[in-house]
C-alpha cells in the first residue's frame, strides 16, 4: 500500500478549476505559510517568490482563490481584510482591539455551524462566524505596565 501522494499547490489550484500561474501558487503558498496576512503582505510575499507582481494582480488572484473556497478571508470591524489558508473547518478569530493581532479560536463542537441560531428564518445553515475582541497578551503587559 502506498500512502497517498499529498497534491502540489499547482494541482490543487486546477482541481479548483483555476488556471495556474506562477503568481497564484506563490499567492496559495504565502497565505498558508502567513498567519491571517493582509494583502500587503501577501503581495510581498508573492513578489519574494516571483518577482514583481502588481496589487491588483494579488488581488485578482485573492479573489478568485477566495471564491473556489481555498482561501478563506476575514474582515474584522475596522481593519483590513485578512486571508489563510485554513478553510472549511468554521473557525473564529479573536482580534486583538489595540494591535490588531488575530489568532484561530477552535469551535466549540468543532462542526459547522457551531452555534445554534434562536430564529433561522428559515435558512439553512451552514457556517457560523464569530469574532471575538479583546487585548492580546502584549498589549494588555504594555496597558498594565
Ligand atoms: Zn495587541
Ligand atoms: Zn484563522
Same mark, same amino acid.
Given at each position: 500500500?502506498?500512502?497517498?501522494?499529498?497534491?502540489?499547490?499547482?494541482?490543487?489550484?486546477? $482541481?479548483?478549476? %483555476?488556471? &495556474?500561474? *506562477?503568481?497564484?501558487?506563490?499567492?496559495? !503558498?504565502? /497565505?498558508? #505559510? $502567513?498567519?491571517? %496576512?493582509? &494583502?500587503? *503582505?501577501?503581495?510581498?510575499?508573492?513578489? !519574494?517568490? /516571483?518577482? #514583481?507582481?502588481?496589487?491588483?494582480? &494579488?488581488?485578482?488572484?485573492?479573489?478568485?482563490?477566495?471564491?473556489?473556497?481555498?482561501?478563506?478571508?476575514?474582515?474584522?470591524?475596522?481593519?483590513?481584510?485578512?486571508?489563510?489558508?485554513?478553510?472549511?473547518?468554521?473557525?473564529?478569530?479573536?482580534?486583538?482591539?489595540?494591535?490588531?493581532?488575530?489568532?484561530?479560536?477552535?469551535?466549540?463542537?468543532?462542526?459547522?455551524?457551531?452555534?445554534?441560531?434562536?430564529?433561522?428564518?428559515?435558512?439553512?445553515?451552514?457556517?457560523?462566524?464569530?469574532?471575538?475582541?479583546?487585548?492580546?497578551?502584549?498589549?494588555?503587559?504594555?496597558?498594565?505596565?
Amino acid at each position: 500500500m502506498t500512502a497517498p501522494r499529498t497534491p502540489t499547490t499547482a494541482e490543487e489550484l486546477r $482541481g479548483a478549476g %483555476l488556471r &495556474v500561474t *506562477a503568481a497564484r501558487v506563490a499567492l496559495l !503558498d504565502t /497565505v498558508r #505559510h $502567513g498567519d491571517h %496576512l493582509d &494583502v500587503e *503582505a501577501i503581495a510581498s510575499g508573492v513578489r !519574494d517568490r /516571483v518577482g #514583481h507582481v502588481s496589487l491588483q494582480a &494579488v488581488y485578482e488572484a485573492l479573489h478568485a482563490l477566495t471564491a473556489a473556497g481555498l482561501v478563506r478571508r476575514i474582515e474584522p470591524a475596522g481593519s483590513p481584510a485578512r486571508y489563510e489558508g485554513r478553510v472549511g473547518d468554521n473557525h473564529h478569530h479573536i482580534v486583538c482591539r489595540s494591535c490588531g493581532a488575530v489568532a484561530d479560536v477552535d469551535c466549540a463542537v468543532g462542526h459547522a455551524p457551531c452555534l445554534h441560531a434562536a430564529d433561522d428564518h428559515g435558512f439553512t445553515i451552514d457556517e457560523a462566524e464569530v469574532i471575538y475582541w479583546g487585548r492580546c497578551p502584549d498589549c494588555s503587559t504594555n496597558r498594565t505596565a
